[in-house]
């Protein structure tokens, strides 16, 4: 009897079933091989979990680490001598999921010096919690519970921004849109009240979410506190000073936020408590940088009041044998020794991995934006080769701003020494991120400004040879259907037989006067109100094309517009006024407000372009000590550009600080609006990268020259070599080297 036929069955029974494969097994045998072992154990968490005494939570013996040396400078040709590096950290503890809360920017609609405070408090909120993560960051259901309620708060912040102004109930002026100490029975107008409610609940909220955010981390540091006190108690030691400073220390800073925001609640429409509310903020602040800088120079050893000398004399301490043996000879260590070992915990937690993930948001942010600006203005009519010229500029400036800190000469590579050096590397870290933040967004407002005044230019340029080459007359019922005028202001949003009768019922006076006994004087006056008024009209279409949602005007400045429209004495003025700025008549003055925040951004966009080099320039230094000359040359030369775009900051220097100039007024005018006349803000600081850029290059090519050489691939100068054909593969123009 033969048993093939079953076996096939078998066979074919097994095939089919694949899709329900291990359904009623507990453990498949495969886990270990495709990494499904090691998620479940991290899915798997505890409720609590303490940082210091679990075994699988990343801790190392103290006796490990304690007294290596403490040269900063050579802990990366050292990597043994790492807490963070030891084997054991790497063989026995599963890695914990790397938690990134991070809101992003608020790109909302704030002035400069608001979004400057913003992004100040919202970066240390991330990274004093970067920094307990990196310490004392454990994978249980406590942490996750935190970062949901943390990001709660990161929500709020981002919802209430819009409404937030620094200057709110602290700067009295006149203007209808500054807000100051009124009650709700001295306030008339509905806007105003709108925007009183505005600003009040979004201060409101970001105070309370403010001193929500101290007390959560407090309440982390306490814990940890706790957790070390059973530890100390299971060890027989002490608990190490550097524990006490958070927990304690931040009461007062808890304190401080705390009594904002109950000044802001109660206090917040009063000059005294707008203005008190900044400096608790200030104060609690600054008292968290310095209790955080505090511990990162305490010692894990030291137990008493003696944090920072011993911190200062432990460099003259030299490393202790055990980690100069082989491991296979390290000894067990005795009863004692774990006694008196305290476990430092690893909590897996990358410092490098989450700076580059704020800087690869924030990046995406921006060019986000500048897409944003891209688009609203795309359908605007007349787009010229300076708007071209400036979309390929904005996007060459972000990639090689991603260029510069991902392939700068620390690039991929972890920071390593004390927590010390790596404090200050990520505080350095600040002006560079605010820095990025700022100039993108003031790209993206240089783009929209060239855009539009670009656009404006070219549009009145075909305007005049598009009615030069018309048979126009007033008297010729068949001009209001002229068909090229009608489809050239329809594309700028007006209608031809609307302007051509407003024109005709000007000069008539509503056909009171027969055309011919309008004498030439007053054909030619009123002729240049129209002009004048429908150059406004396309103008304000246009601003509204290319701002998209940031197109809103002013009150003041609407009401004033529509004074241009309905008052001749505005327009007139404009014809035939003799001033002796051109900055005093009422068109440029117009448009200059329309423009006020695009202008103010072109005096200072070229310093964050220089602050950015210098911060990358100090980055880099901090970060750890140049290998050569061509890392230094690199680093140098960062710096080097930074202070030259500095200087350019001398181009708002002049006599005449406006847009608009009178003919032979060129020389008074600052130098800034004649770099924004000539459409080369943004291509001025794609042009410093690119430089920066090819310089860069040019040392690495020499350093893996150099490397060729010291190998024995050819002898001689460098000079000589760089751009000679008989290179190794390796090191050619085309070939990768190796």
């Given at each position: 009897m033969s048993i093939q036929p079953s076996e096939a069955l078998v066979v074919e029974s097994n095939s089919d079933g694949k899709w329900f494969s291990g359904i009623r097994d507990d453990v498949h045998s495969d886990d270990d091989d495709d990494g499904l072992t090691e998620q479940r154990l991290k899915q798997w968490r505890p409720f609590l979990q303490s940082p210091f005494n679990d075994s699988d939570a990343?801790?190392?013996?103290?006796?490990?680490?304690?007294?290596?040396?403490?040269?900063?400078?050579?802990?990366?040709?050292?990597?043994?001598?790492?807490?963070?590096?030891?084997?054991?950290?790497?063989?026995?503890?599963?890695?914990?999921?790397?938690?990134v809360v991070y809101a992003g920017p608020a790109w909302v609609h704030l002035d400069t010096i608001s979004y400057l405070v913003f992004f100040l408090v919202v970066w240390w909120l991330w990274a004093s919690q970067t920094l307990y993560?990196?310490?004392?960051?454990?994978?249980?259901?406590?942490?996750?519970?935190?970062i949901f309620v943390q990001l709660i708060i990161f929500g709020v912040l981002a919802a209430t921004a819009r409404g937030y102004n620094v200057g709110a109930y602290i700067v009295r002026s006149d203007e209808p849109d500054t807000l100051d100490a009124r009650t709700i029975n001295d306030i008339y107008e509905p806007e105003y009240y709108v925007k009183d409610r505005k600003a009040f609940y979004s201060l409101d909220a970001i105070g309370f979410s403010l001193a929500a955010s101290r007390t959560i981390q407090w309440l982390q540091h306490v814990f940890v506190l706790v957790q070390a006190w059973f530890t100390a108690r299971k060890l027989k030691r002490h608990i190490p000073w550097k524990l006490y400073i958070l927990p304690f220390g931040l009461l007062i800073s808890i304190g401080l936020f705390w009594t904002a925001a109950v000044f802001t609640h109660f206090k917040g429409r009063t000059v005294s408590g707008a203005w008190l509310k900044f400096i608790l903020w200030a104060v609690g602040l600054l008292v968290e940088l310095l209790l955080h800088l505090l511990m990162e120079?305490?010692?894990?050893?030291?137990?008493?009041?003696?944090?920072?000398k011993e911190s200062i004399t432990s460099h003259d301490v030299p490393p202790q044998l055990e980690l100069l043996r082989a491991p296979s000879q390290s000894p067990q260590p005795s009863p004692v020794q774990r006694n008196q070992a305290w476990p430092v915990h690893l909590s897996g937690v990358n410092l490098r991995e989450r700076l580059e993930a704020i800087t690869t948001i924030i990046l995406g942010e921006g060019l986000n934006t500048i897409a944003g600006a891209l688009g609203a203005g795309i359908s605007a009519p007349g787009l010229g080769s300076a708007v071209v010229v400036n979309i390929f500029c904005a996007a060459l400036i972000v990639y090689l701003l991603a260029y510069f800190y991902f392939e700068g000469p620390t690039g991929d590579r972890n920071l390593k020494g004390?927590?010390?050096?790596?404090?200050?590397?990520?505080?350095?870290?600040?002006?560079?991120?605010?820095s990025i933040i700022l100039l993108l967004l003031g790209i993206k407002n240089q783009f929209l400004l060239t855009s539009y005044l670009s656009t404006g230019e070219r549009t009145f340029r075909k305007l005049g040879e598009t009615m030069d080459g018309q048979r126009l007359a007033l008297d010729d019922p068949t001009s209001e259907l002229n068909m090229p005028m009608k489809n050239?202001?329809?594309?700028?949003?007006?209608?031809?037989?609307?302007?051509?009768?407003a024109l005709n019922a000007s000069v008539t006076q509503s056909g009171t006067i027969p055309l011919g006994d309008v004498s030439d004087e007053q054909y030619e006056e009123d002729f240049g109100i129209w002009s004048m008024r429908i150059s406004l009209k396309v103008m304000v279409n246009l601003y509204k094309a290319f701002m998209g949602e940031d197109s809103e005007i002013k009150p003041e400045l609407e009401a004033w517009i529509q004074m241009y429209y309905d008052d001749d004495d505005y327009p007139l003025l404009d014809v035939v006024g003799e001033l002796e700025q051109a900055s005093e008549f009422n068109y440029p003055r117009i448009i200059s407000g329309l423009l006020e925040n695009n202008l103010q951004i072109s005096r200072y966009i070229i310093g964050l372009a220089g602050v950015i080099f210098l911060s990358l320039g100090l980055m880099n230094r901090l970060h750890s000590k140049p290998r050569d000359r061509f890392q230094w040359g690199i680093i140098l030369s960062r710096l080097s550009m930074g202070f030259i775009l500095l200087l350019l900051l001398n181009l708002n220097c002049g006599e005449i600080q406006s847009l608009w100039i009178r003919e032979g007024q060129e020389k008074q005018q600052a130098g800034v609006f004649r770099w924004v006349w000539a459409w080369m803000v943004v291509p001025t600081i794609a042009i410093a990268f690119a430089v920066e850029f090819v310089i860069e290059?040019?040392?690495?090519?020499?350093?893996?020259?150099?490397?060729?050489?010291?190998?024995?691939?050819?002898?001689?100068p460098l000079w000589r070599e760089f751009f000679g054909i008989r290179m190794p593969f390796k090191l050619n123009w085309f070939g990768r080297a190796k």
């Open positions: 990343g801790v190392t013996p103290q006796t490990l680490v304690s007294n290596v040396g403490g040269d900063d400078e050579k802990d990366l040709e050292k990597p043994g001598m790492s807490r963070a590096d030891t084997s054991l950290s790497q063989q026995n503890s599963v890695s914990n999921p790397v938690q993560n990196i310490h004392f960051y454990t994978n249980d259901w406590v942490h996750l519970l935190s120079n305490c010692k894990w050893e030291v137990d008493s009041f003696r944090c920072l004390s927590n010390r050096r790596q404090m200050e590397w990520m505080l350095s870290h600040f002006p560079f991120l605010l050239f202001l329809l594309k700028r949003g007006l209608k031809w037989a609307e302007e051509f009768q290059w040019t040392l690495i090519r020499c350093a893996g020259m150099a490397t060729a050489r010291k190998r024995g691939d050819f002898s001689g």
